[in-house]
């Protein structure tokens, strides 16, 4: 099976981190930027499950979703949804999640930057090295690296090992603890 890792910009004309994770041979074989709605569609045919670092619902506030206060309370900083950016990301997301589905994949919503921290790893190489995920040639851009992130955390629930946190406006899965403390 392979998973997916998005890290959707809010427009089509700026680069959307994508990494697909090849979840028998436990590498990364793809990790790339990508632009249009459709080259993204097309890139991801075939990942059973998919995270996207971006907000699967929108606020009914101009705050933030229950969800994002629940995450929040962990610790963990947000980009409040309510912006104007923020929410055209969130549309866009929405609409790429909503067609992923109908496709017949999972979507799951994600924040990369808090997945990190959870892990306790310090760096990128380190969460890859402590997942024995293997990796050659992953550009060091941060769109692709969040989306590296995203994708291990697609494989994480794949096992149910991720940290949820459920509102009633939306779910985030966070990366559990995986390296040890300094």
């Not at 028998?24 to 075939?46: F, M, W, Y």
């Not at 866009?92 to 994949?105: M, P």
């Not at 989306?147 to 494989?155: E, F, G, I, P, R």
Request: aromatic share 4%; glycine share 6%.
């Amino acid at each position: 099976m392979k998973v997916s890792g998005i890290d959707p910009s809010a427009t089509s004309s700026k680069c959307s981190g994508h990494v697909i994770l090849d979840t028998v041979t436990r590498e990364i074989i793809s990790a790339d930027c990508i632009h249009g709605d459709d080259e993204l569609l097309a890139a991801s045919t075939g990942s059973g499950v998919i995270a996207m670092d971006a907000p699967l619902s929108l606020t009914s506030s101009n705050s933030f979703r229950e969800v994002d206060r629940i995450v929040m309370k962990s610790g963990f900083k947000l980009l409040p949804p309510a912006w104007a950016s923020m929410k055209r990301l969130s549309k866009r997301a929405i609409r790429l999640a909503c067609k992923l589905r109908s496709a017949g994949a999972i979507v799951i919503e994600t924040h990369p930057h808090s997945s990190l921290i959870a892990s306790g790893c310090r760096t990128y190489e380190q969460l890859l090295d402590v997942t024995g995920i293997g990796y050659r040639n992953v550009p060091n851009d941060e769109d692709i690296l969040d989306a590296m992130v995203a994708s291990l955390t697609a494989y994480y629930h794949i096992f149910k090992l991720t940290s949820v946190y459920t509102g009633i406006d939306g779910t985030i899965h966070i990366l559990p603890r995986l390296c040890s403390s300094p």
